[in-house]
């Protein structure tokens, strides 16, 4: 059987549109330039978890990334990107409606051109992303204002999106789900060596949140996010090599909390070789109509706790994995070869575990089983 992206946990489309509006740059000054020539990246990733030594979900995902300056003011950019996703549900939260296996394949696109003034820039982008039951399509507008010193700047931006949700099994037709996003931030050269970020992002959403394929599956039809991240950026003299750190605190309506702790480190070795260890913990609280699935020998599958056949259709609950109560741990390597002046090839390895026991502050979702991922990305870039 298929089932649709809200099986994997991916962000809204207007949201990874702001998300890439702002990226902390290097350490060095902050520049409103046009790139002083073009590049094409050539990417491939090789996902798989599985959980209690069931083999879940796999992922082959291919893409290609192309920038270009354009006149003397002006740069284009585009992506490309193909996903081949196949398993199954996650233990414990298996749907009866059909979709404990799976297979899907996702096709997404992005495009942004961007103009380049003294003190500024002002980009508009625009992404679409379809599968055989899922559309979304987005717009974006991001800005940024240089102070004279070219030492701070301020970022703005707006995005919108409209999904289109048709599932298999028919439990809906032709729902639709909404998102606008607005972001604002700063970047500050703090000193010689070190940059920092502060940024904010609140998501208004509304319409259709249900997983379709997860039965007992009932969300609000509204829902709002805000982010607050911090990014520091560090240039370490005695190595040549750059810390990056990074804080993301997330709530949402859905009384989820949730704290990202990230670490990474830049070192650059000799002949064009660079190595990147990086660290991140995860822990969020559960949404509050999330439950536990109890298994009921006499029905034969999950239910909620106290299930009844007479309970309220209209009550607000969900097993979805992702809503649950829980830790995760992320360790990764990154190595990075510059082949002369126009080659770049690179490969990153991560490993990533989630366990509701790891969940901080409060408790975590027992009913959820531990999760194992691993991800494998290779990349090449030609630049001109």
């Given at each position: 059987m298929t089932t649709s992206l809200q099986e994997r946990d991916a962000p809204p489309l207007a949201a990874s549109l702001l998300a890439a509006a702002l990226l902390l740059p290097g350490v060095q000054a902050l520049a409103?330039?046009?790139?002083?020539?073009?590049?094409?990246?050539?990417?491939?990733?090789?996902?798989?978890?599985?959980?209690?030594?069931?083999?879940?979900?796999?992922?082959?995902?291919?893409?290609?990334?192309?920038?270009?300056?354009?006149?003397?003011?002006?740069?284009?950019?585009?992506t490309l990107t193909a996903d081949d996703v196949s398993g199954a549900s996650p233990r414990y939260h298996t749907a009866i409606s059909g979709a404990s296996h799976m297979h899907d394949e996702r096709k997404a696109g992005d495009v942004a051109a961007t103009r380049y003034f003294r003190r500024g820039t002002l980009t508009a982008g625009a992404a679409y992303s379809t599968e055989h039951d899922y559309v979304s399509r987005a717009l974006s507008l991001n800005g940024t204002v240089s102070s004279e010193d070219n030492n701070t700047t301020w970022a703005f931006g707006l995005a919108g999106s409209r999904d289109s949700i048709n599932p298999v099994n028919h439990v809906v037709a032709d729902e639709h789900k909404r998102t606008v996003s607005v972001l604002a931030g700063v970047t500050r050269v703090l000193t010689p060596n070190d940059i920092g970020q502060l940024t904010l992002t609140r998501t208004n959403g509304s319409g259709y949140y249900n997983?379709?394929?997860?039965?007992?599956?009932?969300?609000?039809?509204s829902r709002r996010e805000n982010t607050v991240l911090l990014r520091w950026n560090h240039y370490v003299d005695a190595t040549g090599g750059t810390t990056r750190l990074g804080y993301r605190y997330f709530s949402d309506s859905y009384r989820i909390r949730a704290h990202t702790l990230s670490a990474e480190y830049v070192q650059p070795l000799a002949d064009g070789w660079s190595l990147v260890p990086e660290l991140r913990l995860y822990s969020q609280s559960a949404a509050y109509f999330y439950y536990d699935p109890v298994y009921d020998a006499s029905l034969g599958a999950p239910f909620p706790p106290g299930f009844s056949?007479?309970?309220?259709?209209?009550?607000?609950?969900?097993?979805?994995?992702?809503?649950?109560?829980?830790?995760?741990?992320?360790?990764?390597?990154?190595?990075?070869?510059?082949?002369?002046?126009?080659?770049?090839?690179?490969?990153?390895?991560?490993?990533?575990?989630?366990?509701?026991?790891?969940?901080?502050?409060?408790?975590?979702?027992?009913?959820?089983?531990?999760?194992?991922?691993?991800?494998?990305?290779?990349?090449?870039?030609?630049?001109?």
């Open positions: 409103d330039e046009p790139p002083a020539g073009g590049s094409i990246s050539l990417r491939y990733l090789d996902y798989a978890d599985r959980q209690s030594g069931l083999d879940r979900i796999h992922a082959h995902s291919p893409s290609i990334a192309v920038t270009a300056p354009v006149a003397s003011d002006w740069s284009i950019e585009g997983d379709p394929y997860k039965l007992f599956d009932n969300r609000p039809r056949n007479g309970a309220d259709p209209n009550r607000l609950t969900s097993p979805d994995q992702r809503l649950s109560g829980f830790g995760a741990v992320t360790a990764g390597l990154k190595v990075v070869r510059e082949i002369g002046k126009l080659w770049t090839v690179d490969v990153k390895v991560e490993g990533y575990e989630q366990r509701g026991s790891w969940r901080l502050f409060h408790d975590g979702s027992p009913g959820l089983a531990p999760l194992h991922a691993r991800m494998l990305q290779v990349g090449l870039t030609r630049r001109w």
